[in-house]
């Protein structure tokens, strides 16, 4: 049947890409096969060869809702063994229930819209803007470049960066393994798959350091062919140990009990969310909310059902002349299709149609109002699902809970979850830098190697591994730093103007602090929001310019010699002042033929 084959493709799909085993797959596909039966499906088409009807999706739902079954089992049965140890140091789950639990993550991910959303929430605030990763030095910038920027590793990394917050938060493991050209330094980086890591070797006396990650390959999780030689080859299972970020042993052991092969020409960083610290493995990170999410839906699925129902059940007929005028009327009204009919010759009316009865039958519409609850009563529901999230339940759809403009404002908790988030990718990515900054000072053709790196090689004083100091020329750093963007967007009003007030101090004695205009010219790019601020200040500014802002000390040299050319103004004042007080005390001499003088007047 078209049905089965259909469910079957999809339930491979979506089930094998959710590991939940071989098992697991049979079991659904059994199901499957119980749903199409159970709900009389066939082959059903109409005359222009379309699909009548189509209970893929009730089938499917069937599977899923088994599956959560069979997990709360597992849960509820301690002798089914779903959890291993017996005291809180040792909680870890099962690896069999972990991929369950896994699997599920990723089916959910994939049907439920609530689910959905909050991974695709943070997934934007977290990286929709990107990341700046700078280093203070070219030669340190450029072997990082050539890590980030190349286009293979774009697969994992990069352009990638959202692709691994979303299944981070999904299945709560990231296995980052690094792949190093021992000649340059050079790095290639991929994932591990988490289905295949089997288990993970501690230190015996160490329960956060670990050793080995043991990784399974196994043919039937999709790996069952490689091209070898030109030509494709089957995949023998094999199971290898893959050395973790920070095992750095004196002498690399050569063989293990069981001859696994070691990889060690790899490293592997294991990031973890969702769990306890006491776990080995990380836990999906939404995995309270899934129940809540599943009965919210199951809700609204029974709430369409109602309303698809009283579109159909639109009039009752009352008044019909006995048991025969009510035979007449039901086989006038049902559908003709069954499970061994499948063309329908009598389909049900159309809504809103009429219906023509005969007799005294009384045909009146059924009156819906107040007769059911509304999807809005399970509100309760939904807020589960946000608290199990840690997202806001405004994010989920509902305007009227709080007016958020939330491109400019985020209540407090949630800012502070997308940048504490934020703060974790930034420790991978320098992480990432210290190995690539350490590769390329080993390395005999490494770019750090040749710009005058070198390291240094200690010893743990506590188990003899080994510690590597890269020691730059001097004059340069290793310093790296990974910024990014706000999480919020603020007014580019009050951005520029914040800007202008640092720089100027509104006028303040102590304007100057910043004196270099490149500098200032890059913070007001920045707040304009645009996107390559860097490249457009080295074109403007290719030098740095101190222009138009005065040293502290010159200024006081300045102010020095203003006073002093006030004060040699002010002395010549005061002379000038002193000479005039003296002219002014000087009697002031008669003029000559007055009578006071002796002389004689004329007529």
Same mark, same amino acid.
């Given at each position: 049947?078209?049905?089965?084959?259909?469910?079957?493709?999809?339930?491979?799909?979506?089930?094998?890409?959710?590991?939940?085993?071989?098992?697991?797959?049979?079991?659904?596909?059994?199901?499957?096969?119980?749903?199409?039966?159970?709900?009389?499906?066939?082959?059903?088409?109409?005359?222009?060869?379309?699909?009548?009807?189509?209970?893929?999706?009730?089938?499917?739902?069937?599977?899923?809702?088994?599956?959560?079954?069979?997990?709360?089992?597992?849960?509820?049965?301690?002798?089914?063994?779903?959890?291993?140890?017996?005291?809180?140091?040792?909680?870890?789950?099962?690896?069999?229930?972990?991929?369950?639990?896994?699997?599920?993550?990723?089916?959910?991910?994939?049907?439920?819209?609530?689910?959905?959303?909050?991974?695709?929430?943070?997934?934007?605030?977290?990286?929709?803007?990107?990341?700046?990763?700078?280093?203070?030095?070219?030669?340190?910038?450029?072997?990082?470049?050539?890590?980030?920027?190349?286009?293979?590793?774009?697969?994992?990394?990069?352009?990638?960066?959202?692709?691994?917050?979303?299944?981070?938060?999904?299945?709560?493991?990231?296995?980052?393994?690094?792949?190093?050209?021992?000649?340059?330094?050079?790095?290639?980086?991929?994932?591990?798959?988490?289905?295949?890591?089997?288990?993970?070797?501690?230190?015996?006396?160490?329960?956060?350091?670990?050793?080995?990650?043991?990784?399974?390959?196994?043919?039937?999780?999709?790996?069952?062919?490689?091209?070898?030689?030109?030509?494709?080859?089957?995949?023998?299972?094999?199971? +290898?140990?893959? %050395? $973790?970020?920070?095992?750095?042993? *004196?002498?690399? &052991? /050569?063989?293990?009990?069981?001859?696994?092969?070691?990889?060690?020409?790899?490293?592997?960083?294991?990031?973890?969310?969702?769990?306890?610290?006491?776990?080995?493995?990380?836990?999906?990170?939404?995995?309270?909310?899934?129940?809540?999410?599943?009965?919210?839906?199951?809700?609204?699925?029974?709430?369409?059902?109602?309303?698809?129902?009283?579109?159909?059940?639109?009039?009752?007929?009352?008044?019909?002349?006995?048991?025969?005028?009510?035979?007449?009327?039901?086989?006038?009204?049902?559908?003709?299709?069954?499970?061994?009919?499948?063309?329908?010759?009598?389909?049900?009316?159309?809504?809103?149609?009429?219906?023509?009865?005969?007799?005294?039958?009384?045909?009146?519409?059924?009156?819906?109002?107040?007769? +059911?609850?509304? %999807? $809005?009563?399970?509100?309760?529901? *939904?807020?589960? &699902? /946000?608290?199990?999230?840690?997202?806001?339940?405004?994010?989920?759809?509902?305007?009227?809970?709080?007016?958020?403009?939330?491109?400019?404002?985020?209540?407090?908790?949630?800012?502070?979850?997308?940048?504490?988030?934020?703060?974790?990718?930034?420790?991978?990515?320098?992480?990432?830098?210290?190995?690539?900054?350490?590769?390329?000072?080993?390395?005999?053709?490494?770019?750090?190697?040749?710009?005058?790196?070198?390291?240094?090689?200690?010893?743990?004083?506590?188990?003899?591994?080994?510690?590597?100091?890269?020691?730059?020329?001097?004059?340069?750093?290793?310093?790296?730093?990974?910024?990014?963007?706000?999480?919020?967007?603020?007014?580019?009003?009050?951005?520029?103007?914040?800007?202008?007030?640092?720089? +100027?101090?509104?006028?303040?004695?102590?304007?100057?602090?910043?004196?270099?205009?490149?500098?200032?010219?890059?913070?007001?790019?920045?707040?304009?929001?645009?996107?390559?601020?860097?490249?457009?200040?080295?074109?403007?500014?290719?030098?740095?310019?101190?222009?138009?802002?005065?040293?502290?000390?010159?200024?006081?040299?300045?102010?020095?010699?203003?006073?002093?050319?006030?004060?040699?103004?002010?002395?010549?004042?005061?002379?000038?002042?002193?000479?005039?007080?003296?002219?002014?005390?000087?009697?002031?001499?008669?003029?000559?033929?007055?009578?006071?003088?002796?002389?004689?007047?004329?007529?």
């Amino acid at each position: 049947m078209r049905f089965i084959s259909r469910a079957k493709d999809v339930l491979y799909g979506a089930l094998r890409g959710g590991a939940l085993g071989r098992e697991r797959l049979n079991t659904a596909e059994l199901m499957a096969d119980e749903a199409a039966a159970e709900s009389g499906y066939r082959e059903a088409r109409t005359e222009n060869g379309l699909a009548a009807v189509d209970p893929l999706a009730a089938g499917i739902a069937k599977v899923f809702e088994g599956a959560f079954q069979e997990l709360e089992a597992s849960f509820a049965n301690e002798d089914r063994g779903w959890i291993e140890g017996a005291g809180p140091s040792t909680f870890n789950f099962t690896r069999q229930t972990l991929r369950k639990i896994v699997g599920l993550s990723r089916v959910m991910y994939l049907i439920n819209p609530l689910i959905k959303r909050i991974v695709t929430v943070q997934e934007l605030y977290v990286w929709g803007r990107g990341v700046k990763i700078i280093a203070e030095n070219p030669e340190v910038q450029e072997v990082l470049d050539d890590f980030f920027k190349a286009r293979k590793n774009q697969r994992v990394i990069g352009d990638a960066w959202a692709e691994r917050e979303r299944e981070q938060r999904i299945d709560g493991n990231t296995f980052f393994v690094f792949y190093w050209n021992k000649l340059n330094g050079a790095a290639r980086v991929r994932l591990l798959p988490f289905d295949q890591i089997q288990s993970i070797i501690f230190n015996p006396e160490d329960a956060k350091e670990p050793y080995f990650y043991v990784r399974s390959s196994n043919p039937a999780q999709g790996n069952g062919l490689i091209v070898q030689d030109g030509t494709l080859t089957d995949v023998v299972e094999e199971t +290898t140990l893959y %050395p $973790d970020w920070d095992y750095k042993p *004196r002498l690399n &052991v /050569a063989k293990v009990p069981g001859n696994y092969k070691i990889a060690w020409n790899t490293c592997t960083y294991h990031l973890k969310t969702g769990g306890l610290s006491m776990m080995r493995f990380g836990m999906p990170e939404l995995f309270s909310a899934f129940g809540w999410a599943t009965g919210y839906k199951r809700i609204l699925e029974n709430f369409a059902t109602i309303l698809a129902a009283y579109a159909r059940l639109a009039y009752q007929v009352s008044g019909l002349p006995g048991k025969a005028g009510v035979a007449a009327s039901k086989n006038k009204l049902k559908t003709g299709v069954t499970n061994s009919q499948f063309r329908d010759n009598n389909p049900p009316t159309n809504t809103a149609s009429w219906a023509l009865m005969s007799g005294a039958a009384n045909v009146q519409p059924i009156k819906t109002a107040g007769s +059911t609850t509304g %999807p $809005d009563e399970a509100r309760a529901l *939904r807020s589960m &699902v /946000a608290a199990g999230g840690d997202t806001p339940e405004h994010f989920l759809g509902d305007s009227d809970i709080g007016n958020f403009a939330t491109s400019s404002t985020l209540d407090r908790p949630t800012e502070l979850k997308m940048v504490s988030r934020q703060d974790m990718w930034a420790d991978v990515c320098h992480a990432f830098a210290e190995k690539l900054i350490q590769q390329s000072a080993l390395a005999p053709q490494g770019k750090l190697r040749k710009a005058g790196y070198t390291t240094r090689v200690d010893t743990d004083p506590f188990d003899g591994s080994v510690i590597i100091t890269v020691l730059p020329p001097s004059g340069k750093s290793t310093v790296v730093k990974v910024e990014f963007p706000n999480i919020l967007e603020r007014d580019v009003t009050d951005r520029v103007r914040s800007v202008v007030q640092a720089v +100027t101090l509104g006028g303040s004695p102590a304007e100057g602090i910043i004196p270099d205009r490149k500098v200032v010219c890059g913070m007001l790019l920045e707040a304009l929001g645009e996107q390559d601020a860097d490249r457009l200040t080295e074109l403007l500014y290719p030098k740095s310019v101190t222009q138009g802002f005065a040293d502290p000390a010159n200024r006081v040299d300045d102010e020095h010699l203003i006073a002093l050319g006030r004060k040699e103004l002010g002395d010549a004042a005061l002379q000038q002042a002193a000479a005039a007080k003296i002219n002014a005390a000087k009697p002031t001499p008669k003029p000559s033929g007055s009578p006071a003088g002796g002389g004689k007047s004329g007529r």
